[in-house]
Each structure stands twice: as C-alpha cells, then as structure tokens.
C-alpha cells in the first residue's frame, strides 16, 4: 500500500530509509532537513547525508531553522500526508505537526525502546556494553522518544562492532521496519503498544570529552568505550601533553599484568595497564599525524622514551 509522505531526517542513518521509501514508490512529497553546516579544516558549508540523497532523487528539500512557522505547518496541513516518517531529524516536532498528518508521525529509532531514549543510543549501546540493540518504529508522541511502539526488532552487537558499522546495519534494519509498516492497512495503529516508561533509560548526546580514556577501568570497559566512540568524536588519551587516539584495541586473554596507563612493548604488541590486566593497542592517532599502527607508533616515538606512560 502506498502512501503519501514527508520524510524528516539529516545524517546517513536516515538515507537508507529515505531511499527506500522513494524505491517501494511511496510519494515523497518533501525531505525536510538539517540546514547545510561549515565542516572540515576548512569550514567550507556542507549539506547533510539526507540533502544529497534527497537530491539524488530530485526530491523536493526544506531546510527550515525552526518547525514552528506557520509556513511549515501550512505545507504539512495542505498536503493531505499519510504520514510523516522521522528518522534521526534532531528537532522535536511540535504537537501542531504531529497530528498532521492522517496517520500521523513514525519515528525510526536506533534502539530498543524504553532503553536509550535520545540522541546518541548507538554510542552508548556499545559503550555501556549490551550484547544487543535493535530498531524501534515508533508513533511519535510530544515527549522525547516516548511515543507507542509499533515495531521493534533486536540485532547482536558484536566484539568488532563500532559505532560506525553497527549505525550501518540499524540504518538498513530501520529501511526495512518502516517499509513493513507503511504497508499495514492502518499504517500500524492497530499495533502500537505503550512503552513501560519505568524502565526507559537515556542516551544523551555525545561530547567530545567523552571519549576521554581512564585506563584505572577494565580492559572490556576500554575496548567497549573506544568502539563506542569510532569514528566519532574518537577515544584518545594524554601522552606528554598532547592528545593520542585510540582507535582500535583488543582484549586479549593472558595478556601482561601492568599499572594503568603503563605501556609494554612485547613480541611485535603493544600491552597498555587497566584495573584488571592490560589492553591490547592496535591503531593510534598521533597529534598532527595520520593514524598509524599500534606497532609503527611505537617504532617512531615510544621505543626513544623513557616516559611511557598514558594518563
């Protein structure tokens, strides 16, 4: 059954489910984004992941600062939608735009609803160590995240898992989900179930200082920190006054038992102390350099230093 949409959503997480939506031939009346933003060394202006798609398939493209005009509201009200599907939009719909449409709005959320409501639930899955996450479709209500839920389903999240690929595959779950959704008669209303609010936890958004090592944890709190946080904004550590990433580690079993922070070179490895043990170093980010190999940065720096400490 195909229906009459607005598409809301800004980074790649939400251009698989815009694509799909456009493929399955579901008329997309207009993409609504993030409004273009300086990135790189340069500063230069840049369009989001959903405003090149959206271009690409030569979509119709608002990029609004704010939801609450009334030509915004006026457009969505005039266009007679189905729904409006949300995905990653990073603004709050006001009540006035989520009664709009006919079935209303869906939201395609990169956890496993009531846990991790916000802004960065892929992060803080891995980080915090679950052994799953999932992809809820969600009817959107005024709270944050706190809508009915109408689909759900969970993935494992394995050992090599980052931020970045496990993004990927809830990204092409999430296309999935919402294509099953649209195609219900009552695009889902009779499915929506409510959220268990008790055990709601949040995942707020990611700051730079987060990913802040503290070598004094675990040696699976580590690793689980500095996948959580590739690619972005990166685990790192101090070593003699200037920032190092970390961007790849591994747990090792029998691994040499050294004071946090303590650095040991052995046999072609590269062993750094935590409570525990020791973790295993395989692709660091020296300060002004480009990432290197854990081996490499010992060679070019650590192998002529008698401080060899990370703190």
């Known amino acids: 059954m195909l229906r009459r949409i607005v598409f809301m959503g800004t980074p790649e997480f939400a251009v698989p489910a815009l694509r799909a939506l456009h493929g399955e031939g579901h008329t997309v009346v207009a993409v609504f984004t993030q409004p273009d933003r300086p990135a790189g060394r340069g500063r230069r202006l840049t369009p989001?992941?959903?405003?090149?798609?959206?271009?690409?398939?030569?979509?119709?493209?608002w990029q609004p600062?704010?939801?609450?005009?009334?030509?915004?509201?006026?457009?969505?009200?005039?266009?007679?939608?189905?729904?409006?599907?949300?995905?990653?939009?990073?603004?709050?719909?006001?009540?006035?735009?989520?009664?709009?449409?006919?079935?209303?709005?869906?939201?395609?959320?990169?956890?496993?609803?009531?846990?991790?409501?916000?802004g960065a639930p892929v992060h803080w899955a891995i980080v915090n160590g679950e052994d799953s996450?999932?992809?809820?479709?969600?009817?959107?209500?005024?709270?944050?995240?706190?809508?009915?839920?109408?689909?759900?389903?969970?993935?494992?999240?394995?050992?090599?898992?980052?931020?970045?690929?496990?993004?990927?595959?809830?990204?092409?779950?999430?296309?999935?989900?919402?294509?099953?959704?649209?195609?219900?008669?009552?695009?889902?209303?009779?499915?929506?179930?409510?959220?268990?609010?008790?055990l709601m936890s949040m995942a707020r958004t990611v700051r730079k200082s987060d990913g802040l090592i503290?070598?004094?944890?675990?040696?699976?709190?580590?690793?689980?920190?500095?996948?959580?946080?590739?690619?972005?904004?990166?685990?790192?550590?101090?070593?003699?006054g200037e920032t190092l990433g970390i961007l790849a580690t591994r747990l090792t079993a029998g691994g040499p038992a050294l004071p946090p922070g303590a650095i040991l070179y052995r046999e072609g490895r590269l062993w750094v102390g935590c409570r525990d043990n020791s973790v295993e170093l395989l692709k660091v980010l020296p300060a002004g350099k480009r990432p290197m190999s854990a081996l490499d940065f010992y060679r070019g720096y650590l192998s002529r230093c008698a401080d060899a400490i990370f703190y």
């Not at 006026?74 to 007679?80: H, I, Q």
């Not at 675990?218 to 550590?237: C, D, Q, S, Y």
């Open 48 to 61: 989001p992941p959903v405003k090149i798609a959206a271009l690409e398939l030569g979509l119709p493209i």
């Open 65 to 118: 600062n704010s939801l609450r005009s009334l030509e915004v509201l006026d457009f969505l009200r005039g266009e007679k939608l189905d729904a409006v599907v949300v995905a990653a939009y990073a603004h709050l719909l006001p009540p006035a735009i989520l009664a709009a449409p006919r079935f209303g709005c869906k939201n395609i959320h990169a956890s496993l609803l009531p846990k991790y409501r916000g």
């Open 133 to 198: 996450t999932g992809v809820t479709i969600m009817q959107m209500a005024a709270g944050l995240d706190t809508g009915d839920i109408i689909e759900q389903r969970a993935i494992p999240i394995t050992p090599e898992d980052t931020c970045g690929t496990l993004t990927v595959k809830l990204s092409l779950l999430g296309a999935e989900l919402i294509l099953r959704v649209l195609a219900l008669p009552d695009a889902g209303e009779a499915k929506r179930v409510t959220q268990a609010h008790e």
């Open 214 to 240: 503290n070598w004094s944890v675990t040696a699976k709190e580590i690793n689980a920190l500095v996948r959580g946080m590739h690619p972005w904004p990166g685990a790192f550590t101090r070593w003699r």
